[in-house]
């Protein structure tokens, strides 16, 4: 079935630091890509989403972009803040299903 | 235009008990979906309701568990008989009509965080 491999964490920058989170997906056609953000206490948050390949999804200075090549869809940043401390979920929408299919998460913390 | 609500927020039951959770879509959503995060683990689905019906329950566990969504009110899942196991945080989903065409997008509410004691 289709799945979703993420990056085990936890992952500590200090701040202004580069980010890289990795994705791998299995999946049969093609499927929808998402990163999800989840804040201490709270609900997931779509933070970007690429439906197609060679898509690039981008919000908050993050950035992703789905290769069918490698199924990859994986996570950057160029410069980290304290307040990006959270935990990534990659996940995945197949062309006829229902649910999302989500990774283990990968924790991030950011220092001063 | 509020987001998915969800409550309780917290809840705590003893083995044995019953846990109801609800959960209200955004305004002009009819797809409501359920996930469970264990601790250490990503979410995995659960159930997939519109109005009135079960559209997708592979994710439920045989027994205990159920879920519905009422023509009015939010949607519930019901948890009998709980077991220590069951300590998870419960989420709730919901995306507009017409999702499935092109891409999926779900907006989730802040869970339900359930121990059982």
């Known amino acids: 079935g289709d799945s979703v491999t993420q990056m085990e964490g936890p992952v500590t920058l200090s701040e202004e630091a580069c980010l890289t989170i990795?994705?791998?997906?299995?999946?049969?056609?093609?499927?929808?890509l998402f990163w999800y953000v989840q804040y201490p206490g709270e609900g997931l948050q779509l933070l970007l989403k690429?439906?197609?390949?060679?898509d690039k999804g981008s919000n908050k200075g993050f950035e992703a972009t789905y290769r069918k090549e490698t199924t990859s869809f994986h996570l950057e940043k160029g410069s980290v803040q304290v307040s990006d401390s959270a935990v990534y979920f990659c996940a995945l929408s197949g062309q006829a299903g229902t649910a999302l299919i989500f990774g283990k998460g990968t924790t991030l913390s950011v220092s001063s | 235009n509020a987001g998915v609500m969800q409550n309780p927020r917290h809840l705590v039951r003893r083995r044995g008990q019953e846990a109801r959770l609800r959960c209200s879509p955004m305004?002009?959503?009819?797809?409501v979906y359920w996930y469970r995060q264990l601790p250490e683990e990503g979410l995995k689905f659960m159930v997939y309701?519109?109005?009135?019906?079960?559209i997708d329950e592979s994710g439920m566990p045989k027994e205990r568990f159920s879920a519905e969504f009422p023509k009015e009110g939010p949607s519930i899942l019901r948890i009998q008989q709980v077991v220590r196991g069951d300590s998870a945080a419960y989420f709730c989903a919901s995306s507009p009509p017409g999702w499935g065409k092109g891409y999926n997008e779900q907006f989730f509410g802040p869970g339900t965080r359930l121990t059982v004691l």
């Open positions: 305004k002009g959503h009819s797809h």
């Open positions: 690429a439906t197609k390949a060679d």
């Open positions: 990795n994705c791998t997906y299995t999946a049969t056609g093609y499927p929808s």
């Open positions: 309701l519109q109005k009135e019906n079960i």
